[in-house]
């Protein structure tokens, strides 16, 4: 039982460079996040969807672009990479007010 | 402005006695209140939530009180095991705004053998 996967675990960038974050569930979920969590902090959603080609903002959406064409993928992607977009990047689904399930994060590092 | 806050970065409890960490929050509109516990290298798992309407929701070790006139809510866990040893973090969900969950910084429990 998979539950969400989330790829690369780790990655390095340089300033500038592109990358997607790849996050898939198969729990048939209808929600699917995206959130970042810097060291001591908690987590901050980036971005969010409520189903198959709908998405919306969160908390801290710049510099950041997702799709949701499958309610199985929903993948993250960071265009210009910037000091800034360093940190851990958790994936999580969900049935509409249920809790939350999250993928074991990408560490990215951006140098 | 954090709405959701864990003021207490760390705790250290012994094996067998209770662990008690508390969540304050700001905003009047949450109505659902969840504690995830997240081990390194791993996301968060969900442990115990507890609605607005209630004031305490048990399960097995883990038990959750909410106090909605201070805004405080609190986790108990008894007694506490070593597996224990995590980072939790509080979370709330405003009514009317989806699914979208609100975090804490976290508090990070070692429980000592």
């Known amino acids: 039982n998979a539950g969400v996967t989330q790829t690369p675990k780790f990655r390095i960038l340089k300033i500038g460079q592109s990358m997607t974050l790849q996050c898939t569930q198969d729990m048939n979920h209808n929600y699917m996040y995206w959130y970042r969590q810097d060291p001591g902090m908690g987590l901050k959603l980036i971005y969010y969807?409520?189903?198959?080609?709908?998405?919306d903002k969160g908390e801290v959406p710049n510099g950041y672009n997702v799709s949701r064409s499958t309610t199985e993928d929903f993948p993250l992607r960071l265009e210009l990479a910037a000091p800034s977009q360093t940190s851990v990047y958790f994936c999580?689904?969900?049935?509409?007010?249920?809790?939350?399930?999250f993928g074991d994060g990408t560490r990215l590092s951006i140098l | 402005d954090q709405q959701v806050k864990q003021n207490s970065p760390s705790l250290s409890v012994q094996e067998g006695r209770i662990s008690i960490l508390n969540c304050d929050y700001t905003?009047?509109?949450?109505?659902?209140f969840l504690w995830y516990k997240k081990y390194p290298a791993e996301g968060p798992t969900f442990l115990i939530s507890?609605?607005?309407?209630?004031d305490k929701n048990e399960d097995g070790r883990f038990t959750v009180f909410l106090n909605k006139s201070a805004k405080h809510l609190s986790l108990h866990i008894v007694p506490s095991q070593p597996g224990d040893s995590a980072v939790y973090f509080c979370a709330a969900r405003a009514r009317n705004a989806g699914n979208m969950l609100t975090f804490g910084g976290g508090t990070r429990l070692m429980v000592k053998p």
């Open positions: 999580a689904s969900s049935y509409t007010d249920q809790p939350q399930h």
């Open positions: 905003n009047s509109m949450f109505d659902y």
């Open positions: 507890i609605s607005s309407i209630k």
């Open positions: 969807s409520v189903g198959a080609g709908i998405t």
